[in-house]
């Protein structure tokens, strides 16, 4: 075999080792980043389980201690509640997180504004039963309130917030009849930046409340769909290596000859 042949080859397996050696390390960081990643979602899911239980405790106690058995009694009391428990004053405002506070957090700590004291809300009274959600209004007084299910079509507004600006309970379309508000969205669209585009947009947000109003949980779907992001890189590799041998991109050979410098 001449030079030229063995420079060749001798040029073949430098290739390869460069190659084998960016596969291992680009397998250790998805491992690493795959266990960080779980790791984080389970210990934020393990979080949330203890904010739903502690949640689904007081919900009971506040509406067994008030005697509420209708699901208008069971609002007032939670609503009631929360306006006794939690106010705005001294609550911090510019160093708040982009993920607000649980609603155990607000209720142990006592303060919190509109938005935190509508998660309380809408969380307590899941708890009990009462479907509610977020309804963002806006005019001369931004505000947040609930919107609470009583029965079917039976709609109305829960202002947690103490002092609030709706003090009973009132039916949206009366609501927005105020001269402080002249808009109103499910989503808050002021903070996505697309309010321009759309307004008074109401959803049924449905199962989809719960995620949206506990950052806990929001937090571990996130991070474990980080986690499924790098599974899917760290063992797609081997399902294109796959596909790129059968269109014979890649020889069997140089497959095999990986494999064994990565192992």
Not at 22 to 49: D, H, P
Not at 77 to 97: C, G, K, M, Q, W
Not at 110 to 139: H, K, P
Not at 169 to 186: H, K, M, N, S
Request: charged fraction near 25%; aromatic fraction near 12%.
């Amino acid at each position: 075999m001449d030079n030229s042949n063995y420079t060749v080859i001798e040029h073949s397996e430098k290739n390869l080792e460069r190659a084998a050696s960016f596969i291992k390390w680009r397998r250790r960081i998805l491992n690493i980043m795959l266990v960080v990643t779980a790791s984080l979602g389970l210990v934020e899911a393990g979080m949330q389980y203890r904010e739903d239980r502690y949640v689904h405790q007081l919900a009971l106690q506040i509406v067994q201690s008030a005697n509420a058995l209708t699901p208008r009694d069971k609002v007032l009391a939670l609503r009631d509640y929360i306006r006794t428990y939690v106010t705005y004053l001294s609550a911090p405002y510019f160093d708040r997180s982009f993920f607000r506070s649980t609603t155990k957090q607000t209720l142990e700590s006592g303060l919190g504004y509109c938005g935190e004291v509508t998660r309380a809300f809408i969380n307590l009274a899941d708890a009990v039963g009462i479907r509610s959600q977020r309804i963002n209004l806006w005019g001369k007084a931004p505000h947040v309130v609930a919107e609470a299910e009583l029965g079917s079509r039976d709609l109305v507004v829960v202002d947690c917030q103490y002092p609030p600006s709706i003090k009973d309970l009132e039916r949206l379309d009366q609501v927005i009849l105020r001269p402080e508000w002249d808009d109103y969205y499910t989503l808050n669209l002021r903070r996505l930046h697309i309010s321009w585009l759309v307004s008074r947009v109401k959803m049924e947000m449905g199962p989809f409340t719960y995620w949206t109003e506990n950052p806990h949980a929001l937090k571990a779907l996130l991070w474990f769909g980080f986690s499924l992001v790098v599974m899917g890189i760290r063992f797609g590799r081997d399902l294109l290596r796959y596909l790129l041998r059968r269109r014979g991109w890649v020889h069997i050979s140089e497959v095999h000859a990986l494999k064994r410098m990565t192992k």
